[in-house]
């Protein structure tokens, strides 16, 4: 979620460098046809003062020199559009953590819950909603994955009810309900078990 908003400003600054860039080329090569711009000294001076006369031919030349600066942006916002699109994919796919990575980061004595459960106890709020966010990322994260053991239905159903545990203690936080936390967090702790025999090695 917050990968995919820095990606979408990354590729609207993108998206504006390539327009920057094609106005200053349109601006440069109108210039040039004008006579307003000219790297030959005129009187004596690198000047301005080549009275432009544009002629059909040269109307016909600028309006084609338009239509190809439209069409290179164009191209470049496709491009750009394209190519971030493809690194938040690339991101996304790389970015969800297995569940080795999961069971190391969420239960135990540094883990993630305990540490919300820490802040929640003493009404650390923003610390605890925080650690809590997270928790339901990996929540949702958890189920994206395959068990090296186990039938998928169970699979289904045990990921379901850690996602389903990650949410309550999430929504707790929010509500700054204490009770709610420790609830939710003792729940979390029989449910190792089930799990484990289901799906570890
Ligand atoms: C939804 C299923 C599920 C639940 C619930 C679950 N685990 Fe796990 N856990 C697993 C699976 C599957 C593995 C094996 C991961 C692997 O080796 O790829 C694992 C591995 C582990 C590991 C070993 C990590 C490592 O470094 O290899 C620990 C520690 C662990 N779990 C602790 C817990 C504790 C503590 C709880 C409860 C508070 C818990 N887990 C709840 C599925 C679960």
């Known amino acids: 979620m917050l990968a995919g908003i820095s990606g979408c400003h990354r590729g609207l600054a993108r998206l504006a460098?390539?327009?920057l860039a094609i106005l200053i080329?349109?601006?440069f090569a109108l210039g040039f046809r004008m006579g307003y711009i000219s790297f030959e000294p005129v009187d004596g001076r690198a000047g301005s003062n080549v009275v432009p006369i544009l002629e059909i031919a040269e109307m016909i030349s600028l309006a084609r020199r338009l239509v190809a600066c439209f069409a290179v942006g164009v191209l470049a916002v496709a491009f750009s559009v394209g190519s971030?699109?493809?690194d938040d994919k690339k991101k996304d796919d790389k970015k969800n953590p297995t569940i080795k990575e999961i069971m190391k980061k969420v239960p135990g004595k540094e883990g993630l819950v305990a540490k919300?459960?820490?802040a929640a106890k003493v009404e650390k709020w923003e610390d605890a909603q925080k650690l809590a966010k997270q928790l339901a990322e990996y929540g949702e994260?958890?189920?994206k994955n395959k068990p090296k053991k186990g039938d998928?239905?169970?699979w289904a159903t045990h990921s379901k009810g850690f996602a389903d545990s990650m949410t309550s203690i999430s929504e707790a936080a929010e509500k700054?309900?204490?009770d709610a936390v420790n609830d939710a967090v003792k729940k979390f702790g029989t449910s190792c078990k089930a799990c484990h025999d289901a799906h570890k090695n």
């Open 141 to 143: 994260a958890l189920g």
């Open 17 to 19: 460098i390539a327009h």
């Open 152 to 154: 998928n239905d169970a």
């Open 84 to 86: 971030f699109a493809a």
């Open 116 to 118: 919300t459960s820490a």
């Open 25 to 27: 080329e349109f601006s």
């Open 176 to 178: 700054k309900d204490k």
